[in-house]
């Protein structure tokens, strides 16, 4: 597609459900990252996938989360047993790795996950 | 860490007058973007600053970026009520990996 796609575009679950969030990104971009935004708040950097390197996995909460992607395409993030804290859009971007300047990063319009 | 502090945090002005966010590191940056988010919406590119020092103009928007590549400001000339939203900055580390971003300035322009 033309650029990130992220499904659900939103999602309803009840505490201690896992839910699983798709995201396409755009067709040859290495690097994949997931923030997660809280209502009001800035990105909060949750984990970074580039190429076939081991992802930088530093900014995921706890170990309920989780994220795997398979080469240069989809990505899942997995959150399980969710709790109301969790509630809150989750966006993915995508870009061309560089080797050190800077890229534009390609941001879904997100998944807005709500915990009940 | 690596860590980047926008301030303020949120401001509201009237159309017409002038502002400047500020984006802070205590860590050197090979390069720093600017992005602006509207409701709903994921985040937008707006400018990329490469080289300490560097300006760049985008219409009514200036970008700096520090000489030191730790800091950068964002100024608005004249603000109008579309320059609402939330202007986030995201600097990519030197190793050329991981972009990081900072909580953002939420921008209310009122007419």
């Known amino acids: 597609g033309a650029g990130v796609s992220q499904s659900p575009s939103n999602k309803v679950t009840e505490k201690g459900k896992d839910v699983e969030l798709r995201c396409d990104p755009i067709?040859?971009?290495?690097?994949l990252y997931w923030y997660r935004q809280r209502l009001g708040q800035g990105l909060e950097f949750l984990i970074y996938?580039?190429?076939?390197?081991?992802?930088?996995k530093s900014g995921l909460p706890s170990d309920r989360f989780s994220a795997e992607r398979t080469g240069e395409s989809v990505s899942t993030l997995t959150i399980q047993r969710t709790q109301q804290e969790d509630s809150a859009v989750y966006l993915c971007?995508?870009?061309?790795?560089?080797?050190?300047?800077?890229?534009?990063?390609?941001f879904g319009q997100g998944t807005r996950l709500t915990v009940v | 860490t690596q860590l980047l502090e926008q301030s303020p945090q949120f401001l509201s002005i009237q159309e017409g007058e002038n502002l400047t966010v500020y984006c802070n590191s205590s860590?050197?940056?090979?390069?720093l973007q600017w992005y602006r988010q509207e409701p709903g919406e994921g985040p937008v590119l707006l400018v990329t600053?490469?080289?300490?020092?560097e300006v760049k103009k985008l219409k009514r928007l200036t970008f700096q970026f520090g000489d030191a590549r730790k800091d950068s400001s964002l100024h608005i000339t004249a603000a109008q009520p579309g320059d609402t939203g939330l202007y986030l900055c995201?600097?990519?580390?030197?190793?050329?990996?991981?972009?990081?971003f900072g909580a953002g300035t939420r921008l209310f322009v009122k007419a």
């Open positions: 600053v490469v080289t300490g020092g």
């Open positions: 860590s050197v940056f090979s390069s």
């Open positions: 971007a995508s870009s061309l790795f560089s080797g050190g300047t800077g890229t534009e990063a390609f």
């Open positions: 996938f580039q190429g076939n390197s081991a992802p930088d």
């Open positions: 995201a600097g990519r580390d030197t190793g050329g990996f991981k972009t990081i």
């Open positions: 067709s040859g971009h290495t690097a």
